[in-house]
T-cell receptor, first 116, second 109 residues
Framework: SAVISQKPSRDICQRGTSLTIQCQVD?????MFWYRQQPGQSLTLIAT?????????ESGFVIDKFPISRPNLTFSTLTVSNMSPEDSSIYLC?????????????FGEGSRLTVL | KNEVEQSPQNLTAQEGEFITINCSYS?????LHWLQQHPGGGIVSLFM???GKKKHGRLIATINIQEKHSSLHITASHPRDSAVYIC???????????FGEGTQLTVNP
C-alpha cells in the first residue's frame, strides 16, 4: 500500500508564471506518473517520472513546458511553466508498486490549478 | 470510437437504490481498474480485475473477458457514494493506462 500527498491542493496563478507541484509517497514505489485532467475530461498521461533520469513524456507534452524531477523512490515534482489559461486543470500524481502499470494504482488528491 | 466506453455518462439515484455502471473496451487487456474520483479531485482505486468478480463492502465489480465488458455495482447506495467513477484498462499492447470518460453518480437523500 502507498499513501500519496500532493501539494498544493489548489492554486490560482497568473498567466506567464510557473508553479511546481510536489508529490510525496509514504513508501518506496517503482513507477510514478503525472496526469492532467482538463475540465470535464478524463485523465491524460503527461509523463512517467523516472528515478535519477529524465522523465518519459507522452505525445503532446514536452520537458520545457512540464519539467519533472524524481530524485528518489518516494518523491517527484511537476512544474507547469509559463502558464496560460489553457493549463487550468487538475494535475494528479500516481504510483504503482510494479514495474508495468498492471498493479494496484495509488493517486494523490490532485492539484487544482486555475490560471487567470 | 474510444477504446474504453462507459455508460451511463450521468446517473442520478435515490438513496438505497441498486446502481450499475458499465464499461466496455475494444482492446486486449491484462487488467481493468475501477476508480472513484471525489469532487475535490482526488482518486481512489476501488478494484483491479483480470477475471471474475470482486466484492468490497457495498461495491461489487465483475468482468467478462470474452465480451470485453465490466460492471461496477453499488448496493444500498448512499449520498456519500456521489462521485465520478472511472474505468481504466491496462492494454496488453502498451504500457500506459487507457481511461474511460467517467460516470458522474449523484445519490440523493
Amino acid at each position: 500500500s502507498a499513501v500519496i500527498s500532493q501539494k498544493p491542493s489548489r492554486d490560482i496563478c497568473q498567466r506567464g508564471t510557473s508553479l511546481t507541484i510536489q508529490c510525496q509517497v509514504d513508501s518506496q514505489v517503482t513507477m510514478m506518473f503525472w496526469y492532467r485532467q482538463q475540465p470535464g475530461q478524463s485523465l491524460t498521461l503527461i509523463a512517467t517520472a523516472n528515478q535519477g533520469s529524465e522523465a518519459t513524456y507522452e505525445s503532446g507534452f514536452v520537458i520545457d513546458k512540464f519539467p519533472i524531477s524524481r530524485p528518489n523512490l518516494t518523491f517527484s515534482t511537476l512544474t507547469v511553466s509559463n502558464m496560460s489559461p489553457e493549463d487550468s486543470s487538475i494535475y494528479l500524481c500516481s504510483a504503482t508498486l510494479s514495474r508495468g502499470p498492471t498493479g494496484e494504482l495509488f493517486f494523490g488528491e490532485g492539484s487544482r490549478l486555475t490560471v487567470l | 470510437k474510444n477504446e474504453v466506453e462507459q455508460s451511463p455518462q450521468n446517473l442520478t439515484a435515490q438513496e438505497g437504490e441498486f446502481i450499475t455502471i458499465n464499461c466496455s473496451y475494444s482492446v486486449g487487456i491484462s487488467a481493468l481498474h475501477w476508480l472513484q474520483q471525489h469532487p475535490g479531485g482526488g482518486i481512489v482505486s476501488l478494484f483491479m480485475l483480470s477475471s471474475g468478480k470482486k466484492k468490497h463492502g457495498r461495491l461489487i465489480a465483475t468482468i467478462n473477458i470474452q465480451e470485453k465488458h465490466s460492471s461496477l455495482h453499488i448496493t444500498a447506495s448512499h449520498p456519500r457514494d456521489s462521485a465520478v467513477y472511472i474505468c481504466a484498462v491496462d492494454k496488453t499492447s502498451g504500457s500506459r493506462l487507457t481511461f474511460g470518460e467517467g460516470t458522474q453518480l449523484t445519490v440523493n437523500p
